[in-house]
Structures are given as C-alpha cells and as structure tokens.
C-alpha cells in the first residue's frame, strides 16, 4: 500500500494522476486497492449505468499489406481464406443487422490494394440511404491514412468526403502501442503512433468523434502502457473526441509473435483488470466510458469489470471475426437481454445507447 499511497491521497482529493502514478500502479500487486480505487472514481464519474449498444460488426476484407505481427486475421490476395465484400454483399449483412435490431454498424476491415476510394464512399452512402437512423462507425485512423497515402489526398479530405457520405463515426483500432521502437516489431508496416494520433485530432476538429484502443499482453513495458494511455488523455485535452477508452487483450494464437516465440501466453484475468482499472484512473475527468470488451476477456470476467473502473460492455457485436482468428473463445454474439441480465447480475443499470452515446433505453 505504501507505494500508492501518493495516488490515494490524489485520487481522494480528485486530483490528476501522472506518468509516476501510472508507473506505479502498473508495477503494483495490490489488484484489489487499485480495483477498489478505480470503483470509487467510477462510481463518482459516471454512476452505476452501464452502457451497451445493438450492434453489428462487418469486416469488408482481410487481404492487407500491413502484415502486424500481432494480427491472425489478414491474408495475402489469393491466399486461401481471403476474402473482399462486395458492397452488395455488405448490404445484405446490413439487411440482417438491421432485422435483429443493430443501431450501429461497426465497419472495419484491412488495408486492401485492390479498393479504390470509391469502394468506401459508395458503401456508407448506400448504408445511409437504406438504413438512415443507423450509426455508421466506420474505419480506423490507419485506414483513413491509407486512403489517403493511396488518393493523394489529405486525411482532412478523405474525412470530409466520408462524412459527407454518411459516415457518423470512428472505431478506436490501429492505436495499438504508440512506443515507435515496440510498433516497429508489432507492425512496422503501419503509420506511427503520431499519425494515428493526427488522424484522431483531424477528425475531431471535423466533428466526428472516435473511440480510442490499446492492445496489451505482448511484448510492451509497463511504461509503454502508461504513455500510451497518457498520450491518449493529451490530446482528449485537446479535442475532446473520444468517446471511450477500450483496452484490448492480446490473443496471441497463431500470430506471428506467438510463431517466433515472443509471445507464449495470453494476459491473464489479473491483467484484464488491472488494465480496466489503470485507465480508469489515469483517464479520470478525460474519457469517461470505459469498456470492457467481453469478446476477448469473456462475459464472466467483463461483469467482474464493471466494479473495477469500466461502465461500458460494448455490445451485442454479432459476427466478430478478428479476435476469433487469433484463438478468441467466446462467442461472435450476445443478445441485447442477455447483456441486459448480465449487467443487473453485476448490480448495475444497464443502458441501451447509440454509437454516440445517446441513451436509448433504461433498464431499470
């Protein structure tokens, strides 16, 4: 306890935490103080709501250039399992999202040659044509940069050319780990932490809020986890558009790391939520949803969450496919009443929200 006693005495008089604070709960043991703190915090943030959407994810590709050392999802053009959704294809997958009650499409997918920009344009005005109350969470940050390295546009211009074509927001990946000397081993062939932190900062400024993500468990520092998150809380500071912090678990099945002995086991339920609790605290009066992602920690240990610093358990997905390619076991979706009795069983109120976080429905 004696090493956090400086972060309780900060966190009891609502005071910032700072790279120092950071470093010592990553190094700290004592789960169950930093647990208890980052209830307290979230308690006094945000409340006992839980959040979560109806929503539907749709992987448009898996053939990439970038090639992440971390990633057990992309194939090469012409590997077998590759794959490029048509955009009717897509709208048939919107079809049935919409049926099953889906307020947000969660559109994502890899850095494909072979697309041309009109490709996404014509996606999101034809999604938003057919479907115009559904939000459209749309691409990454590294996705938008390739655009536009591939263009010759701006990001500001692809930006403004997507939102013009429906797009509502952005999804947090690609942010993976901003420390450039862990990035070029995790995946040199993607834009830096800086451009992904630009290309976050552009959108803001043009309206369109984001999540933000951190992957851990791999092969970064306890340092490497604190600036990134502190980088993250930099610029919120600055734009205020980020939505939410989302720490995501490594799943290190057949990936490369796990390939070349890196990596040889997953983080553990300690780490899960030491990582939920850390961004709670350090992210305090920033971001103030923080979700835990029950496709990669599992339905069991996200309810245990809630009372460790996260108010947010995404939502009911339906069809995810990246974590599952690197060994995910849980399940690819979970009904809105199931998430609904979930969060109760955690004694919390859940709320139904949009992608942007306006509330749909109280579960009382």
């Not at 992987?59 to 990633?71: A, D, L, Q, R």
């Not at 692809?158 to 000397?181: D, H, Q, W």
């Not at 040199?188 to 043009?206: D, F, Q, R, Y």
Request: hydrophobic share 40%; with cysteine; glycine share 8%.
């Amino acid at each position: 306890m004696d090493e956090l006693s400086q972060v309780i005495e900060k966190v009891k008089a609502s005071l910032d935490l700072d790279f120092k604070d950071g470093l010592a709960l990553m190094e700290s043991k004592n789960l169950s103080l930093i647990g208890a703190l980052a209830d307290y915090v979230r308690r006094t943030t945000v409340g006992d709501r839980v959040m979560f959407v109806s929503n539907c994810h749709i992987n448009y590709t898996n053939v990439c250039t970038s090639k992440c050392w971390f990633c057990a999802y992309f194939r090469e053009e012409g590997q077998d399992g590759a794959f490029t959704l048509s955009t009717d294809e897509i709208m048939q997958k919107a079809e049935w999202a919409s049926k099953m009650g889906a307020t947000e499409l969660h559109i994502v997918g890899s850095l494909n040659p072979a697309l041309q920009f009109e490709y996404y344009e014509e996606l999101l005005s034809r999604l938003h044509e057919k479907y115009p109350s559904m939000s459209l969470k749309a691409f990454t940050a590294v996705e938008i940069a390739y655009l536009a390295d591939t263009t010759g546009m701006v990001e500001k211009e692809v930006l403004m050319r997507l939102k013009k074509a429906g797009l509502t927001s952005l999804p947090g990946g690609g942010g993976e780990i901003f420390n450039e000397i862990i990035r070029k081993r995790l995946c040199p062939g993607k834009i830096s932490g800086e451009k992904w932190l630009e290309v976050m900062e552009t959108a803001h400024n043009l309206g369109i809020k984001s999540n933000a993500t951190m992957l851990y468990g791999h092969i970064e520092t306890p340092g490497d986890i604190v600036d990134h998150i502190m980088r993250i809380r930099e610029l919120q500071a600055k734009t205020g558009g980020f939505q939410s912090f989302i720490p995501l678990s490594f799943h290190p099945d057949n990936t490369e790391l796990q390939k070349n002995g890196l990596v040889k086991f997953a983080p553990t339920g300690f780490d899960d939520l030491k990582m939920i609790a850390v961004s709670r605290l350090l992210l305090n009066g920033y971001v103030n949803n923080i979700k835990t992602y029950w496709v990669m920690v599992g339905e069991k240990l996200a309810q245990v969450a809630l009372h460790y610093g996260a108010n947010d358990m995404d939502g009911t997905v339906m069809e995810e496919k990246i974590t599952h390619a690197a060994g995910g076991m849980t399940a690819e979706y979970t009904p809105k009443e199931r998430l609904v009795h979930l969060i109760k069983n955690a004694g919390k109120v859940p709320v139904e929200r949009t992608a942007n976080y306006e509330v749909v429905k109280v579960y009382e």
